[in-house]
């Protein structure tokens, strides 16, 4: 499978503690996306990486909040000191870039479904 | 207003019909847009790429863009039951990023 993969699939957390998620890209994409999607809502950026560059980040990425692409493959979004608030699907996606000065296709992994207690 | 708006339905029609989605957006600037399909619990799944006016032809799928009007639709024709699911409308905010629309719920009805 080529396809864009995160991990876990799904976690359960207390209140107050710290959690991380594992995306891995498609491998020739230098362009990797994380969003939040609550129910009934579409994505919401989050932040992206160009290689191992983070370009941009959402003013809903709070302090406690923190993702890295150390070598520019895989990136880790952590969360500290959880909130109910945070329970959400956190979505990675991925894209080529063709420099065309537009944004191109991104193709989404399956998900990482974080709930709060 | 919302960055782009989807009416969320849910939109209903018979099998072998065609659905028709539409969606609005606020940038002008936009330069990118896309139709993504997501069954319920899963991830959504990119359908179409649109990036100039007029339509584009994939199969059973027909995307549509207006720019001067800065509206977006999807038509899929001889529509079967799974197709049913929330369709989402992005829209490139800038060269980085999407805004994506709340969906709209498609049920296809045997």
């Known amino acids: 499978d080529t396809g864009v993969s995160q991990d876990p699939r799904h976690k359960i957390t207390k209140r107050g503690q710290n959690v991380t998620f594992r995306c891995d890209p498609i491998?020739?994409?230098?362009?990797l996306y994380w969003y939040r999607q609550t129910l009934g809502q579409g994505p919401e950026f989050l932040t992206y990486f160009q290689n191992e560059a983070q370009l941009e980040k959402s003013r809903l990425l709070s302090d406690r909040f923190s993702a890295e692409r150390p070598k520019g493959s895989f990136s880790t979004l952590e969360i500290q000191r959880t909130e109910q608030g945070d329970s959400a699907m956190y979505l990675c996606?991925?894209?080529?870039?063709?420099?065309?000065?537009?944004?191109?296709?991104?193709?989404f992994g399956p998900g990482t479904r974080l709930t709060v207690l | 207003q919302k960055e782009v708006e989807q009416n969320s339905g849910p939109l209903s029609v018979p099998e072998g019909a065609i659905a028709s989605l539409n969606c609005t957006y606020s940038?002008?600037?936009?330069?990118?847009f896309f139709w993504y399909r997501q069954y319920s619990g899963k991830s959504p799944e990119l359908i179409m790429s649109i990036y100039s006016n007029g339509d584009k032809e994939d199969g059973r799928f027909t995307a549509q863009l207006n720019k001067a009007s800065q509206y977006v639709s999807l038509l899929i024709r001889d529509s079967q039951p799974s197709d049913s699911a929330t369709y989402l409308c992005a829209v490139s905010a800038g060269a980085n990023n999407l805004f994506f629309g709340t969906g709209t719920r498609l049920t296809v009805i045997p």
């Open positions: 940038d002008r600037g936009s330069q990118s």
């Open positions: 491998s020739e994409h230098n362009r």
């Open positions: 996606a991925s894209s080529p870039f063709t420099g065309q000065g537009r944004v191109d296709e991104q193709f």
